[in-house]
């Protein structure tokens, strides 16, 4: 399943399946966390051998040299590595350039480049602070000279301790000297005066951010990706491929739950095994269920996107439906395992953190529901 996958599709599954047996070895005795450290010279290790069987390039454009793959071949590449659930699947493939991807002149070589031959990391900056110390009002540019003058803080910056510029959204507003105003995605150094760290922390999935602070950061007006204006655009640019890949990890997670569980309510002599009693049944055949449709739904959604379709409605109904799916098959799969999966290092334990966190990270479920709805009440768009 899905059984109408192309050949080169189902050959892709297979090589990566086999790739993830030969590289299993090197994850023995890294925990399962996102957060998890996995020594440098394993992540090499992955890295080269991913690149010798044609794996690494595959989220990096052509023209950058990169082996980009179709929506569906991602999907099925995604889905593939979170069935395997291995910590070694986050080296396989090289850095993505996502919103970076559309960078021009300037930014181009001083910013993608780099970060497509693994010298600069970034972060993106979106979510802004809350609580009642934040500042007034989203974080804020005025026009002042060659530069603009940034204001505000941002909250959840993923990798932000060790990134090396951070992708920030920014209101551009009338204030020094004139111009158009709106949203703009800027690049910001992290070394820069005006940018400071003011909180590092972890979310429960194991996953490292921090808060940043702009405090009248010069930041010179060449940094901007595309034009003002185009911020939020440009930082919603491939929002249904992002969504469409939280999906498919969330089934991946779901389809190894199944089998986790399938294993464990079969062992042991029949008649006194947990699958011979009919209220165990009653939840794993929901869990089976449950994944069987998420998968139905993230396979249609791929092929429209697959196809060049427009799917901002499928893909927020995709990543939503999948993620919470997700969710309740983990939390199925700890009841029927018991109290042996609450033990921290269990593989259940990690997933419980992990899918928790997909359900807020990349758009909250409730806010995905509102686009849904307002692409239908507002656009009347879609097929949902
Ligand atoms: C693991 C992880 C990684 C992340 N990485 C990044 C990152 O790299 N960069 C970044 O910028 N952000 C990142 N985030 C932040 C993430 O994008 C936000 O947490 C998410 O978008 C929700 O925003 P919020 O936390 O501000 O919650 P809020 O917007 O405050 O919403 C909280 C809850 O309030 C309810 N709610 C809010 N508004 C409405 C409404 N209009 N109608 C109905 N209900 C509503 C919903 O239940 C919602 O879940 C990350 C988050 C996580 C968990």
Redesign the pocket.
């Known amino acids: 399943m899905p059984e109408s996958l192309p050949a080169e599709l189902v050959d892709l599954r297979e090589r990566l399946q086999a790739f993830v047996e030969e590289i299993r070895p090197l994850a023995r005795g890294i925990g399962g966390g996102e957060g998890d450290p996995v020594p440098e010279d394993v992540r090499a290790k992955v890295r080269e051998r991913s690149k010798e069987l044609g794996f690494f390039g595959m989220t990096q454009p052509r023209e950058d040299g990169g082996s980009e793959a179709s929506p569906l071949a991602m999907v099925v590449a995604r889905e593939t590595l979170a069935a395997a659930n291995t910590p070694l699947a986050r080296y396989v493939f090289g850095p993505d350039p996502a919103l970076l991807r559309r960078a021009e002149g300037d930014v181009r070589t001083r910013y993608l480049e780099p970060v497509l031959a693994g010298e600069k990391s970034w ?6 602070s ?1 609580g009642p110390d934040a500042p007034p009002k989203p974080t804020w540019a005025v026009r002042d000279g060659d530069d603009f003058v940034v204001t505000g803080r ?7 301790a060790t990134a090396d510029f951070f992708a920030t ?1 920014v209101n551009v507003e009338d204030g020094g000297d004139p111009g158009p105003t709106g949203t703009a995605m800027l690049l910001i150094d992290r070394d820069i005066p005006g940018v400071t760290i003011t909180r590092d922390f972890h ?1 429960m ?1 194991g ?1 490292g ?1 921090v808060e940043l602070s702009f405090e009248q950061a010069r930041v010179p007006q060449v940094n901007i990706l595309g034009a003002v204006g185009e911020g939020m655009p440009r930082a919603m640019g491939n929002i249904s491929e992002e969504r469409v890949a939280s999906a498919a990890t969330a089934c991946g997670i779901a389809m190894w739950t199944v089998d986790f569980t399938t294993k464990h309510i079969t062992g042991g002599p029949e008649g006194r095994r947990l699958a011979d009693r009919e209220g165990v049944r009653l939840r794993y055949s929901d869990m089976r269920i449950d994944t069987y449709a998420a998968r139905a739904m993230l396979y249609r959604t791929a092929r429209l996107l697959e196809a060049g379709d427009e799917a901002i409605n499928e893909g927020a109904a995709t990543k939503v439906f999948c993620t919470e799916v997700a969710g309740r098959v983990v939390d199925t799969a700890v009841q029927l395992v018991g109290g042996q999966a609450l033990i921290v290092g269990h593989p259940l334990e990690a997933l419980y953190r992990r899918v928790r ?11 995905l ?2 686009t849904v709805a307002r692409g239908i009440v507002e656009f009347d768009t879609g097929r949902l």
């Open positions: 972060s993106f900056a979106f979510t802004e809350r941002k909250s959840f910056v993923t990798g932000g959204m979310s999935e996953g951010h966190s997909m359900r807020l990270a990349g758009g909250a479920s409730d806010i529901r509102l």
